[in-house]
C-alpha cells in the first residue's frame, strides 16, 4: 500500500509564496512521473507543473515563470515552490505519482488527499 501525504498549502496574500511538499510512504520499487494538479470550485482538476523520471519539467501556461517543481527521489517526495502568487491560484492542490512497487508490476498512478491553497487580493 502506497500512501501520498501532502503539506504546505494555507492562506496566502497576492503576491506572496508558498512550498507544497508530497511524501510517498509504503511499499515502493521506483516513481516515475510526479505531477501537481489543481481543481478550484465548480472547475475541472487541471494539470500544474509535471516532472519525469529524468528531471524534465512542464508548466501549465498560467503558472511559467511563477512556479517550480522539483523532486527528491531519496526522499520519495515533490514539491512545488508557487511564487508571485495570485487569487486565480486559489484551488485544493494535489500530488499524483506514478509509482512501481515491485520490479515486475505494472506502474500505476497514486492520488494525494490534498492541500488547499487560497490567495486572497
Known amino acids: 500500500q502506497v500512501q501520498l501525504v501532502e503539506s504546505g498549502g494555507g492562506l496566502v496574500q497576492a503576491g506572496g509564496s508558498l512550498r507544497l511538499s508530497c511524501a510517498a510512504s509504503g511499499s515502493i520499487h521506483s516513481i516515475n512521473d510526479m505531477v501537481w494538479y489543481c481543481q478550484a470550485p465548480g472547475k475541472q482538476r487541471e494539470l500544474v507543473a509535471h516532472?519525469?523520471?529524468?528531471?524534465?519539467?512542464n508548466y501549465a501556461d498560467s503558472v511559467k515563470g511563477r512556479f517550480t517543481i522539483s523532486r527528491d527521489n531519496a526522499k520519495s517526495a515533490v514539491y512545488l515552490q508557487m511564487n508571485n502568487l495570485k487569487p486565480e491560484d486559489t484551488a485544493v492542490y494535489y500530488c499524483?505519482?506514478?509509482?512501481?512497487?515491485?520490479?515486475?508490476?505494472?506502474?500505476?498512478?497514486?492520488w494525494g488527499q490534498g492541500t488547499q491553497v487560497t490567495v486572497s487580493s
Open positions: 499524483n505519482m506514478v509509482v512501481r512497487t515491485t520490479p515486475w508490476t505494472a506502474p500505476r498512478p497514486i
Open positions: 516532472i519525469s523520471s529524468g528531471g524534465i519539467t
